[in-house]
């Protein structure tokens, strides 16, 4: 589609008329009709804004011209899995596994081929190749051309490896250590458990990244335990294959 075309179907999808959709970025009625006949379009600015309001990319009210891939995982960037910048803005560099909330979420290529080769393994796609493939690739991208001007010094990993030692201190029975955290979308995680009220609740945002593990129990069966955590909380739950028929173990406010 053409930017006109996609700012008319993202308006009228979120129910908003011109003058509605020009009180939010700043600009006349006229202007946003301008836009969608194709007589103009929006300036980076008012694009910029756009894309917060609708969660898109620029690069999709632009008629995607480009083909997005993450540059730290090399994962083709779709407007659902684009990480955000500290300011709740798309970063159209980087995933939501990569990149969430303006913090860089790996500082070791070694730990995001351990963690992305299981997920690309298929019928077609040997664990072999997927190795070969990730170690080829991630060193053309800017993340790890960059990596010392980007990187933290440190300071997120020093993060999780406080979480790991919170959530170890905890003694979950069953539990093996914890020893590893990694980047999860809430979209993919967030089970409703339920509660003694007999209502079932969840407790995480769909669009937010957290950091989490999945384990097998210490003493065998059928059910997983899976662990999340934030800045603000802890949460430990026990599931069967596919996040079947959850349990929360225990939530924790830090």
Not at 3 to 22: F, N, P
Not at 99 to 106: I, K, R, S, V
Not at 214 to 220: I, T
Request: overall charge negative; proline content about 4%.
């Amino acid at each position: 589609m053409n930017t006109k075309d996609v700012i008319y179907e993202l308006r009228t999808k979120s129910g908003l008329s011109q003058d509605e959709l020009a009180a939010k970025v700043f600009v006349t009625r006229q202007a946003v009709s301008r836009w969608e006949t194709g007589e103009t379009v929006p300036n980076t600015e008012t694009l910029k804004l756009l894309s917060k309001l609708f969660n898109v990319s620029i690069n999709t009210l632009l008629g995607a011209p480009q083909k997005l891939i993450c540059q730290c995982c090399g994962m083709p960037l779709e407007d659902e899995m684009i990480g955000k910048n500290a300011d709740g803005s798309l970063n159209e560099s980087y995933c939501k596994w990569c990149y969430a909330d303006g913090t860089y979420t790996y500082s070791d290529m070694d730990t995001l081929i351990e963690v992305a080769v299981p997920h690309m393994v298929n019928e077609n796609f040997s664990e072999e190749q997927a190795r070969a493939y990730m170690k080829q690739t991630l060193p053309q991208l800017d993340y790890w051309k960059r990596y010392e001007e980007l990187g933290d010094n440190g300071e997120f990993e020093a993060f999780k490896k406080q979480l790991i030692e919170e959530i170890n201190a905890l003694h979950i029975e069953g539990m093996p250590e914890v020893k590893s955290l990694n980047a999860l979308v809430g979209a993919f995680v967030n089970l409703a458990y339920p509660l003694p009220s007999g209502v079932s609740a969840k407790f995480l945002d769909d669009s937010t990244t957290y950091l989490g593990t999945q384990l097998e129990p210490l003493f065998g069966g059928e059910r997983c335990f899976g662990v999340l955590a934030n800045m603000d909380f802890i949460l430990i739950s026990t599931y069967e294959a596919q996040g079947a028929n959850p349990e929360l173990v225990l939530y924790k406010k830090r």
